[in-house]
């Protein structure tokens, strides 16, 4: 008789586990909203909570950090920056603002200081923060040392651990016994671990969970026996599903218990990403993350943007002017950019869009735009291709190079032209289709500092002639495009140059005579790109609060505000005919949501 209510009690009881859930939903405020301009770079971007539940901090860097005043309901990051002269990153070493410790620049100092301290701290300088509420336990780590040692204890008196991955997340229990992290290995798996601190002795608590390898929180339950966490489901995923360009694997904030591993999804929201949970006085705050991108036109001498496309971006014209082409996938945190495919859209001479969607370019790991070649033939582009199915977006097997396909046959070979790239950018083809020009990082060089190289080319066979990193004068910092003039013989260069700082500059084909074309503030990316006369440049730069489209003269100048638009305006493409732009808009709003616990 037991057997035959066994399903009807389990349906019921999940019946009222969804309508307490949805409970708990009702109760759901926003608090604090702001809307972010650094294109991939905001999506990173964690939050943390106080102890006391009155400050909330978002870790954007040196250019994006932000303290938000929960009680008064404003920014106050003059409190953040006070004393400092750079900060670049913070931690809550108890309650209240004045109990962040900085990492940062003050005077000839550098490095972490502590409350109430007036010197720099013994601490490496680059490492990433967790303190215990009273603030006197201290964790330590840093995920670019080689030997991503975990350091837990005192100022002054730490214990080295050796985890099982890169630690993504770290906390404290309240009293202090207890020390908790995330550890993502390359299998992209996580597990939580727990140390207890009078042994010291680290033990898996939960394993096989689906986190992502963006830094994160632990929000522990009052009682210790549970944890809030961000998955993006409540099992490990086969391989094969993080590379779906569409699939329900958006962040979501789970309540996993320690004792059972279950995990009880307490917040989700279709299509969108929620992350960074943090308990305080009595609430579940977390970090919601709202990120819309569409593939649009304006004309050549500015306007309103048209829509071509939602849920695309870097376009890129077709020969005639009758196609885009773009990336898509979802911006799901839990697996970008290995979702990123290709497709393709055709439009009328005034951009406006005339077919569905079709996918040009997939397979398994990150691909870039396709850049057609002017007699059409050929398609070029920067992929992460593997021959399977990985787990990570830098999994062995995996490449960072640009390839080369016939453009009309989505099954020819891809065609792989590099075996040297490192962040490589995307590819961009010489007016006279022998040529593509693409900027990477230089293994064995300073990370985050881009090369330009030319590849020469067998356009009948598709192979490479020569391959070369154009020699570019010392005034030029951090090239992170190159576009060829309609002439081909000069090369438009966008330098990121830190800061909010870039610079345009005009160089003759083979990388000499550099002539500044102008000084501009942007916030990421931008992109750039020649009108048809070869007498301007277009660009994206920042206007007020989002990146909007400019065009300078070839010679220098004062530039022409094209756009005022709501979102930010990246990846100018100006159309074979001259008389329009393609770009892509971002929309990206960045929220913190509360919820009160029962």
Not at 240 to 259: E, G
Not at 500 to 528: M, Q
Request: glycine letters at 8%; hydrophobic letters at 35%.
């Amino acid at each position: 008789m037991q057997l035959v209510f066994v399903r009807p009690i389990l349906a019921i009881a999940a019946i009222f586990l969804s309508l307490a859930n949805l409970a708990s939903a009702s109760s759901d405020k926003l608090i604090y909203e702001r809307s972010e301009n650094q294109w991939y770079m905001s999506w990173r971007i964690p939050m943390s909570v106080s102890p006391d539940g009155s400050w909330a901090l978002f870790h954007g860097g040196p250019e994006n950090m932000h303290l938000y005043s929960i009680r008064a309901g404003s920014e106050e990051n003059e409190t953040l920056t006070k004393g400092m002269d750079v900060v670049e990153d913070a931690a809550f070493c108890g309650s209240g603002s004045s109990s962040l410790a900085r990492r940062g620049r003050r005077g000839s100092e550098t490095g972490w200081f502590f409350p109430g301290e007036e010197h720099v701290s013994s601490l490496p300088a680059q490492v990433t923060l967790a303190c215990s509420q009273d603030g006197r336990k201290i964790a330590y780590f840093d995920s670019s040392a080689p030997d991503r040692k975990l350091f837990v204890g005192s100022q002054g008196n730490y214990r080295p651990y050796s985890p099982a991955g890169t630690v993504t997340a770290m906390a404290f229990s309240a009293d202090a016994r207890m020390f908790y992290y995330l550890a993502y290995d390359s299998n992209a798996e996580t597990t939580l671990f727990r140390i207890v601190l009078s042994t010291g002795e680290p033990q898996a608590v939960v394993n096989h969970l689906d986190a992502s390898r963006l830094a994160n929180n632990i929000a522990l339950a009052p009682d210790g026996k549970s944890a809030y966490l961000t998955l993006a489901s409540d099992s490990f995923p086969e391989n094969a599903a993080r590379h779906q360009p569409h699939a329900a694997r958006w962040l979501k904030i789970y309540q996993v218990d320690f004792a059972t591993g279950t995990r009880r999804l307490v917040v989700d929201s279709p299509g969108e990403n929620n992350a960074s949970p943090a308990l305080a006085a009595g609430f579940l705050y977390w970090n919601h993350k709202v990120i819309q991108d569409t593939i649009v036109t304006i004309p050549t001498e500015g306007g309103v943007a048209k829509n071509v496309i939602a849920g695309g971006a870097f376009p890129m014209w077709n020969p005639d002017g009758s196609q885009i082409g773009y990336f898509f996938g979802d911006l799901r945190f839990a697996d970008l950019p290995l979702n990123f495919d290709d497709a393709v859209v055709n439009v009328d001479a005034n951009a406006n869009r005339t077919s569905e969607p079709r996918v040009i370019v997939s397979g398994y790991g990150e691909d870039f735009p396709p850049a057609w070649s002017p007699d059409g033939k050929w398609i070029a582009f920067h992929s992460h291709r593997s021959p399977t199915p990985v787990p990570t977006y830098a999994s062995p097997g995996t490449t960072d190079d640009v390839f080369l396909r016939r453009a009309n046959d989505v099954h020819a070979p891809e065609i792989r032209l590099t075996d040297f790239g490192l962040e490589t950018g995307p590819a961009y083809w010489s007016p006279d289709g022998k040529k593509l020009i693409f900027v990477s990082w230089k293994r064995g060089g300073t990370p985050g500092i881009n090369k330009l190289w030319v590849l020469t080319l067998d356009t009948e066979k598709g192979a490479v002639l020569k391959t070369e990193m154009l020699p570019l004068s010392e005034d030029i910092l951090n090239p992170s495009a190159g576009m060829w003039s309609p002439d081909g013989k000069e090369i438009a260069i966008e330098d990121d140059r830190g800061e909010r700082r870039s610079t345009l500059w005009v160089v003759r084909a083979d990388g000499s005579h550099p002539e500044k074309v102008i000084d501009y503030e942007g916030t990421t990316y931008g992109g750039l790109d020649w009108e048809r006369d070869g007498k301007t440049l277009i660009y994206s730069g920042l206007a007020g609060d989002h990146l909007q489209l400019f065009s300078v003269p070839r010679i220098g100048g004062t530039p022409t505000q094209l756009t005022h638009d709501v979102g930010d305006l990246l990846q100018p493409e100006v159309s074979p005919d001259g008389k329009r732009i393609a770009c892509f808009r971002e929309v990206q709003s960045n929220q913190i949501w509360r919820r009160s616990l029962p």
